[in-house]
Structures are given as structure tokens and as C-alpha cells.
């Protein structure tokens, strides 16, 4: 079993959807990553959260650290949108990041 | 915001011959770069921790005399890959540590003939 595991793997959803991306995992963290990755590869830092809730723009972010849980939450989507959004966590304040295999996230207009 | 440069962003080499990445961290100073490597529709896999000033702390079954990894200063750490392979094409990507979060670059698409 992953230590960061994402669901669903894949995504398609029509422009303006409401999208729901989750990450599920098993060991104790310090921090949770949310990352965007174009399909040229260029990677973005969305979010990094370690208790709450963040907000930025149509993005939100979300963490349960009893629950070991993250989702990452895009309102209206976009064409725009359509990437791979990856979560990573990382172990401790000094740890790597651990990171999920991703979510291929596809808008249509 | 920090950004953090890849150069080159695309190469093409022959089996055999040796490649240079560089990672530039261009607003703020970073003690710890990583690498990491990609293989298509794989997670980013990390190669190597480089501190600056120190020797790289390699990942198991990463070879260090291959992926040659030098932070001659707080704002760049470069990667060569020597002698290369074909099946070292890959998308690198290099990462620096702040404060309180991590930034990465653009990635460098290597391929090896």
C-alpha cells in the first residue's frame, strides 16, 4: 500500500463543475503539498496546509489530521484547470516529500 | 514569489555523452535543493538531497558516480548526468527548500539517442 494515496486517478468533468480531488494518507506528517503539474511538466506549488483550511482564488484546500485526509476542491472549473494535481506530504519538519502518483484532472469546454 | 530556473529545459544527447543540469533558486537562498526524476505517467521519484557545502545523500538504487550532484552555493546546485543511457531519458526536476515551504522548477525534459 501507497503512503499517499489519491483519488480518483483520473478526472473528467464539463467547464463550470464543481471538482473534488482526495488524498488519503498512513503516516504522521508535519505538512500536506498540493501541486499542480502542467502537461509540459512545469510543476506549481498550490497549497501547502498542516492543519484547516486555505483558500486561494477557485482553489481550496482542506486537511484532517485525525483523519489523515486532504482534498483539494476547485469551484467553476476551467479548461484552464485541466493538469495533474499531485499530493505530497512530508514526515517530519526535516522529512522528504512522499508523493502521490496524481490526479489527471481533464475540464471540456 | 520564489521561483526557482531550470536550465536547459530540453536536451537531446548522444548515448554516452555527459549533461548538465543547472537549478537556480532566483529570490531567496536555499540550504537544500532536491532532485527528483520522472518517468511518463510515473510519481516524481527523488533522486538526491544536496545541502550546500556538503556532499548529496543519494536515494537507494540511485548511482552516485552517474548522477553527479553539486550545491557550490546557496542559490545553485547542478546535476550531471554522465555517460549516459537511453534509458536515462526522463523529466528531471529540481526542488528548493525555504522557510516554510518547498518550490520547484520547470523541469528538464533529457534524451538520450
Known amino acids: 500500500k501507497n503512503e499517499v494515496e489519491q483519488s480518483p486517478q483520473n478526472l473528467t468533468a464539463q467547464e463550470g463543475e464543481f471538482i473534488t480531488i482526495n488524498c488519503s494518507y498512513s503516516?504522521?506528517?508535519?505538512?500536506l503539498h498540493w501541486l499542480q503539474q502542467h502537461p509540459g511538466g512545469g510543476i506549481v506549488s498550490l497549497f501547502m496546509?498542516?492543519?484547516g483550511k486555505k483558500k486561494h482564488g477557485r482553489l481550496i484546500a482542506t486537511i484532517n489530521i485525525q483523519e489523515k485526509h486532504s482534498s483539494l476542491h476547485i469551484t467553476a472549473s476551467h479548461p484552464r484547470d485541466s493538469a495533474v494535481y499531485i499530493c505530497?506530504?512530508?514526515?517530519?519538519?526535516?522529512?522528504?516529500?512522499?508523493f502521490g502518483k496524481g490526479t489527471k484532472l481533464s475540464v471540456k469546454p | 514569489g520564489a521561483v526557482v530556473s531550470q536550465h536547459p529545459s530540453r536536451v537531446i544527447c548522444k548515448s554516452g555523452t555527459s549533461v548538465k543540469i543547472e537549478c537556480r533558486s532566483l529570490?531567496?537562498?536555499?540550504?537544500?535543493m532536491f532532485w527528483y526524476r520522472q518517468f511518463p505517467k510515473q510519481s516524481l521519484m527523488l533522486m538526491a538531497t544536496?545541502?550546500?557545502?556538503?556532499?548529496?545523500?543519494?536515494e537507494q538504487g540511485v548511482e552516485k558516480d552517474k548522477f553527479l550532484i553539486n550545491h557550490a552555493s546557496l542559490t545553485l546546485s547542478t546535476l550531471t548526468v554522465t555517460s549516459a543511457h537511453p534509458e536515462d531519458s526522463s523529466f528531471y526536476i529540481c526542488?528548493?527548500?525555504?522557510?516554510?515551504?518547498?518550490?520547484f522548477g520547470p523541469g528538464t525534459r533529457l534524451t538520450v539517442l
Open positions: 544536496s545541502n550546500e557545502g556538503s556532499k548529496a545523500t543519494y
Open positions: 505530497a506530504v512530508r514526515g517530519g519538519s526535516q522529512g522528504n516529500l512522499i
Open positions: 503516516v504522521g506528517i508535519s505538512a
Open positions: 529570490d531567496f537562498q536555499a540550504t537544500t
Open positions: 496546509l498542516s492543519s
Open positions: 526542488s528548493a527548500r525555504a522557510v516554510d515551504t518547498q518550490y
